[in-house]
C-alpha cells in the first residue's frame, strides 16, 4: 500500500477515535463509500465533509490549515419500541459529542487533528425515505498539515 498522504492520515486519526467510541455492542457503524443495508434497529453513519485548505503562510513548504466536520448520524427505526425514543436518542447522541471534547488531540502518521470546539447535537429528524429517525452529532477539527 502507498505512504499515506495529508488526507487519509487526517481521516484515520479521526476513524480511530470513533472506533472507541462507547456504543452498545449490537450497534453497526456504516462508513463512507461502503454500500450496505440497513441494519433493522440502529446504527451509526459517519459521514466526513472536508473544507478546501486555507493557505495561511507565504511559504510554499509551510503548512496549511485544514478544516472539517467529521458527522456521526445515529440512525433508529421510525417505529421503535421504545416509548421514550427521543430521550434515549438524546443521551446517546451526547455520549458520542462527549466522546470528542473540545482541544481532544488525535494523531496519525505525524498529523495532528483536533476537535476546535463541543460537539453538536442536532434535532432528529425524519428520513422518510429510509424509514429513520436520523440524529446528527457535528464534530468540528482543525489540522495543520
Known amino acids: 500500500m502507498a505512504t499515506p498522504n495529508t488526507n487519509s492520515k487526517i481521516w484515520q486519526a ?11 455492542a449490537d450497534m453497526p457503524i456504516l462508513w463512507p463509500a461502503r454500500l450496505k443495508e440497513l441494519p433493522k434497529e440502529w446504527c451509526l453513519e459517519i459521514t466526513h465533509l472536508v473544507n478546501r485548505p486555507g493557505r495561511v503562510f507565504i511559504g510554499s513548504d509551510a503548512p496549511h490549515q485544514r478544516l472539517g466536520i467529521l458527522q456521526i448520524g445515529l440512525l433508529t427505526e421510525i417505529n ?54 436520523v440524529t446528527p452529532v457535528s464534530v468540528r477539527w482543525q489540522a495543520w498539515a
Open 80 to 133: 421503535s419500541k421504545y416509548d421514550d425514543q427521543l430521550s434515549r436518542l438524546t443521551e446517546l447522541a451526547g455520549n458520542i459529542a462527549d466522546h470528542f471534547p473540545t482541544d481532544l488531540r488525535m494523531s496519525y502518521g505525524g498529523v495532528s487533528v483536533r476537535v476546535t470546539e463541543a460537539p453538536e447535537v442536532a434535532t432528529s429528524f425524519k428520513d422518510e425515505k429510509r424509514s429513520r429517525i
Open 14 to 24: 479521526l476513524r480511530e477515535r470513533i472506533l472507541t467510541l462507547p456504543l452498545p
